[in-house]
């Protein structure tokens, strides 16, 4: 129990700064792309920038409406980030290992990525104003959209592997990878 507590810590970890040093590099390409300097000035070419944005993000001044849910105003985020990291369990990393292994997982992934819908719901309506509730509603419109897309793309890796397991859709591609022969989706 110990070693899969540490596991999974270690996992969330590792996760969370490349997560980091990825929004970095999308900053540093961005910023290129619109000629200016970009994240530069902390450390060495800007590498502890993501520390400084976790600084000033555990730091920030908790802001809320007076006539908000304040209970689900604070829970919905945390319900979002906990269904996003929770999506991460059955990615396999490691050959043949992932943490929460399954064999449906790629439904798993769906069913998890759905609920996270939730999440933007309720944080709008939580607010107990009508614009931060329609900007919620046209936020969750567009994930549903987005998901019914990744769902069709899922479902014929999935067709093509002949299972739902994705440690076993990773090893079906032990000849030819599936961004190859389908290229197009």
């Known amino acids: ?12 970890v590792m996760l969370l700064l490349s997560i980091a040093f990825f929004i970095l590099l999308e900053r540093k390409v961005m910023s290129s792309i619109q000629r200016r300097r970009g994240p530069n000035i902390v450390g060495f070419f800007g590498l502890l920038q993501p520390f400084a944005d976790a600084i000033k993000l555990l730091l920030k001044e908790l802001l809320y409406t007076s006539n908000a849910n304040i209970v689900i105003f604070f829970a919905a985020p945390i319900f979002t980030f906990i269904c996003t990291l929770t999506i991460w369990l059955v990615i396999p990393f490691i050959p043949n290992y992932a943490i929460l292994n399954m064999p449906f997982s790629v439904l798993f992934l769906l069913a998890i990525s759905s609920l996270s819908v939730h999440g933007i719901i309720f944080s709008g309506w939580s607010s107990n104003s009508k614009y931060a509730f329609l900007g919620s509603i046209r936020s969750a419109s567009q ?5 019914i897309t990744i769902s069709t793309i899922y479902l014929t890796v999935v067709m093509i592997s002949g299972s739902f397991s994705l440690i076993e859709i990773v ?8 961004i190859f022969p389908l290229f197009p989706i």
């Open 1 to 12: 129990m110990y070693i899969l507590v540490c596991n999974i810590v270690i996992y969330i």
């Open 171 to 178: 090893n079906s591609q032990e000849y030819i990878w599936y």
């Open 143 to 147: 994930m549903i959209s987005y998901e």
